[in-house]
Structures are given as C-alpha cells and as structure tokens.
C-alpha cells in the first residue's frame, strides 16, 4: 500500500503525535490523524464521494470543505463546526442567542444590517474563509437597492445558516493594501516560528564544554602534575594536603555534574576527563592504580599537554582566551527571545516595512534589560525566519531570497492578484470585501477530481454571483488593461526568477484569473496528474499549441521535439469548426489526445502511471507548457535575455543530474532535469542563430563545474542538442549517430537511459 494513500495517512500521524520531540508538532499531527480518521469514515458510510467538485453529500459545491493532503474532503466544511470564540462573543453584544442561525437572522434585520454597514465602512473585519464574506455581502447590496438581488443571496444561504458561519471575524483594523507591496509571512506568523525554536543540542552542549568542562579539565590536570616528576605523574606519592584537595574536585564534580547535563563527554571512561576524574577517585579512596590504569593516566596527561601546553603557559592561556569568549558569545536561543521582544511591540497581522531594526545588534539598553552583550549580532538563521515577514514589492522579495521557488512565489501572487481583480468594483468597500474574499478563496485547498471536472472558481460562490453586476464597464475597461499588466509583470518575474522551473498550477491558476479579467483570449493549461489522467485533454490544451506554433515554427524548438505545428494549426482549424467531443460531460479535444498518444508511442487503450506521463510530457511539448502564451500573448520579454536564460535552465539541468547517482528513486529527479532542458531548448530557440550556436558550444563548460557522472550522463543530450541546432535531425526513436545522440525527454515506459 502506497504511503500516499488514505488509509497510510492515519498511522503516519499516530507514529509522529505518539513520538515527535515537538509538543506543537504533536498537537497537529494529532488532529491531522483525526482528520484522515473522519475521511475513511465518511468513505467508508457513503458520504463522500471522491473525485467530484461536489464530495460532501448535501453541500453545494460553493461550500468550502476541508480537505486534507491529497485533495481527499473530510466530510465537514471549514466554516462549519462549532462556534468561534468571535461568534460567542458578538451573540453577546447583539444580545441573541449563542446559535448560527439566531446570529444569521439578527443580520437581516435593521440593527443586524448597521452593524454590518459599520463593518464596511471601517474596515475592522478579517474573511477567513470565503463564507464569511456573505452576510457583509447582503449588507452591501441592501444598503445600495439591490434588494432583490439580497434577497436571491439569502435564499441560498438560508437552508445552511445553522451550520456554517457566514458573519465576518472581527480586526483592529483594514487590511493593508497589497497592490504595492506583499508579504510570505505575517508578523504573529514569524512570533511563532520564533517561538518553536528550541536551543540546538549539538552548540548547547559545546558551548558547556568549553565553559565548564574545559576548565575543570584544566584544573584536574594541574592537580595531577604536582604528583609528576620528569612529566610523568604519581612518580611523587599524594601527600594528605593532595588528597584532600582532591576530594574536593571531585565533590565539585558531582555538583557540575548534576547542574550541566548537555554535554556527556566527560562521563566516558576512555576520554581524557574521564581518565584523569576515574583514577583520583581511586586514588583519594586509598586504591591503588593498577599498571592499565597508570598507563591510561600518564598517557592523557601527555597527551593534554603535547596538545594544548601546560596550563598557565602563554600558548594554553591564550587558548582558553579564545574559548571563554567563544563560549561567552549569546546563544542564538537567547538572540531569538530579544528578537521576539522587538516582534511583540509591531501589528501582529500583517508584515514588516523594514526588517533591519528587528535585526540590528543588540543595544545598550537591551543589553542591561536582557543581559546579553551589547554589539552582539543576531545570527542569519534568526534573520531569514524574521526577513520572511518583509512586506515588499514580489520582486523585491525574490531579489533578497524570501521567495525562494516558484512553489512559494504561487503562495504570494494570490494577494496581487485579488487586489487587482477588485478594481472591477467600482465602490471603494465593496472592493475591500472583494478582496478579502479572493484572498480567503484562494486558501481553500484543491480537491481531487476526476472526469474532467475542473476546481470550483471564485466567480461560482454565490456572493460573488450577487454583486457581479458592478463590475462596471466604465470601472472594467482600464482594469483590463491592468490585469494585463499585472499578468505580464506576473509571467516575467516567474521565467526570470525560476527558468528551471515549470508554473506550479497554483500559479498557473493566477494567471488564468488575470486572463480572463483581461479577455486575452489565450488559455493557461495545468501540469496534470498522471496518476489519475483520463486520457483526455479539454480544448485549451489544443488552443494553447496553436499559439506555440505561432511563435515556434520553424524554430529550433520545433526541430529538436520534431513537432509539426503546421500540422496541428490545421487540427485546430478541422477542430474549431466541428462539434467537439464530449467525455465525462466535458468538451474534450480527440485529436489533440490522439496527436499526444501517436508522439508518446503508447499503444490504445493501454493505461499505467508511466504511459500517461509519457502523453502528458507530448502536450507539455507541445503547449511548451505556457511559455510560449507568455511570450506571444502576454508579451513577457525577462532581462537580461533569452540566451542568459538558457544558461541559467542548464545549470539546474546540471544540478538535477547530479542528484541522479547513488539514488534509489531517480525518475522524479530525470523528469524534472528533463523538463528543465525542455525550458532551455524554449528560451535558446528565441535566441538569434548565431547567439544559439554561441550558448550550446559553451554548455560542456558548465558540466565541468560538476562531478564528472553530470557529464557522462548529459553527454548525449547534450551532442543531440547540437546535432539539431547545426541542422541536423533525429531519427524516429530520438536518437541518431548509431545512439550516441539523443533527445531528453523526462517520462519512460522502461528504463530510462539517463540511468
């Protein structure tokens, strides 16, 4: 059973709530497995259905389920559930009944409504989840005569108003704007990343051997040597002032002992303290060392004075010098709590202006509050944790690094985005609520479909429905034109910043968002699952190869995949001018999936993980996988330039390939080295010819950077590479020169010669 699988998922959380160091761990590895729980539950009794947009039996597809890992629904709704503490609360001060429903009918009525419209005037409210949104909703088109309009939006939510909550959350103010500047992480976020830090055992305890055992080290060691003659210890007998002042060490011993426990090294037998703490025992207890003992003794004692000097003389003081300081220096722990106060004083919900004041050295002021020595710096790793909270144009962030990946660049573009898509609205609070509602929509996780059935749009939720009318054309016209920019910034940002990297379909999602507000006319297409992949592919895949071939024919690109798009231009012509095929109640492209299937060499009807990743890969081919739209339609032209891009998706294919030896599962790491290649062959084929011939002859250059297996591995591709750009050709099965040149795909239904 595949770990990945429902029924793996409970244990997995049992093993980590049960045995993880971290108590905050625990806690929600223990509520995952109560949620992993309720999901075989629900399955087991017929309440879920899995692979629909509708899972939840008796919930309308608007309705936000919790969804765990996977894309599996629990059978509840994230706004259902008891009470929030902030829903028992405003019942109070309305003076209803603590029930959902008593605080949904309270709303409609003239009290309920002014203290709505309060809520929108000022801005004091937070959406967590879309739902929350309604009731405002209501409010709005009340207070501006759209009664009908507020009452079709009641009726819709009235059969669900006792179990999810729809009234807003309460905030200490309007949410900051995020059309100029974003932010990864809030500022009560990075608290309590701060706050889960733990001191680091390893430093912890080198810090305790420098200050402590390091010292009393010294000190047996020069109680040994007043025993020593000619450097060699116990050739003068132990008088009574000896004995007893040892007797004393080693009481101080035991008091240490107990009082220091990070650092277990002085506890062994066979290590120099030890040795020297082991035979004084025996010694001031009147036994006598045995001949192994009194070899073990000198022995260490030589051996801690070859290495450091006698203690007192100018090479051993100025060792321990160095070493006291070293271990004087302020624990990052005890860095990370002066940090946290600083934190503390700042609004906690969203980001930081400026991170440099959270992370200067430690000041005089501090320095008599906290203890810690003034001057001292606060280390990188507390700083990357608090430069997380930066609030900073995205380009900004991903210039410092706090956007490290595309995967995280996705998390942030949902905050531009719904900032952007709300200039639609004409009124300033309904373009606030608008806002917060795209940015709650945007957290609902995705669910696993099946059948061609696509994620439920924010456009689809009822509230959204209500007030679609005051997208205004006079407020419309230049917001296009704005979402358009936005998508072009957008898709620049994303190829320069990553170009290794295909568009994680959350960031895919975005730009789909900014497409339609700007009727581009151009679809972006997802990376599909090849686990659940139906063998089909909607009609935008084909529209998007069409837009390929418009920029790509006749180019390298073309040549190196051996793709025909002359061809496929004249497919979407036969195709848009019939009825397309319908599979699963969706329209669907026929022969655009059979073009892909032909290219991959699956054979009919045939179906397994590694067949449907070889047809996905051929529509990545030949879509380019929304490259070529963001060049052609959106007019994406990143600086410093396509040839600087091609070298930059090399360097990732070099740095994918090397993780290929000595690994056990290699196929995930070739298919991502292969589609960063893919990325590459793209931004060369923009380049003049003369520039291409330039890049390829230098890319043996970049594999002598790496371990010598990256250049036997890639030396193949590598010569197809420049088999093609000299005008040369593959043969049918990818290769050419009796082998010695081939194409790099990523997907392979047996072994992959990358192996």
Known sequence: MASSSPQAQPARAFTTALTHEDAGTRRRADVRGQRWRQVLAAMAAGRLTIGSRTPVGGLPSWVTPEVVRGGFATGTANAGGPLQAYETEAARSLGVTPERRALFVHCLTEPGLAWLWDRLDSGHYEIGVPEEAALLTVAWLVRHGETDAALDLVAELEPF??????LPRPAAGPAPDT?????????????GALKRRRPHPAVEAQREALAVWQPFGDELLVHWLRTARDGRVLELAPGEDWLARGEALLGRYRLLAAEHTRCAKHRKPKENLGILRGALEETVAGRPLDARRLGLLRHAVASMVRRRGLPGSAAHTALRRRQTAQAALPSHHALAQLVLRRLAVLPQQT????VGPLLAAVSEEESRA??????????????QVVESALSAPLGTLVERGVVPSAEVLAELVPQLVAATTAQAYGEETLRALMTANYRAFRDRRSLLLLNLERQVRVEELPWVRAVSGQRSAAAGEPDDEGALAVLRQLGELAVRAFPGTILPNPLVREFGVLERQGDLGAPFVEELAADIFMGTFTPKFLKAARIAGELLRGSLYERYYGVDYAAIRNLAIVEGGTALTRAHGARTSPG??????????????????????TVIEQAQILTTHNLATLVHRVGVAPRPGWADLARRCFVTVCRLTARVQHNPRPLGTIKDAAYAWRQMVFHLSLCPSQEQRRVVAGLAEETARHPAHVAARLAPALRGLALVAGGGAFGADGTADGGRARRLLGWSTGGHWMR
Do not use: K, M, Q, Y
């Open 370 to 383: 906290s203890g810690l020595p003034a001057g001292a710096a606060v280390p990188a790793t507390i700083g």
């Open 179 to 191: 059309t100029a500047a974003v932010h990864r992480r809030t500022v009560s976020d990075t608290v």
């Open 592 to 613: 655009f999936a059979r073009l892909c299937a032909e290219r991959a060499g699956t054979r009919p009807r045939s179906w397994s993980v590694a067949a449907n990743g």
């Open 161 to 166: 108003a006792d179990r999810l909550r729809f």
């Open 351 to 354: 980001g930081v202006g400026e």
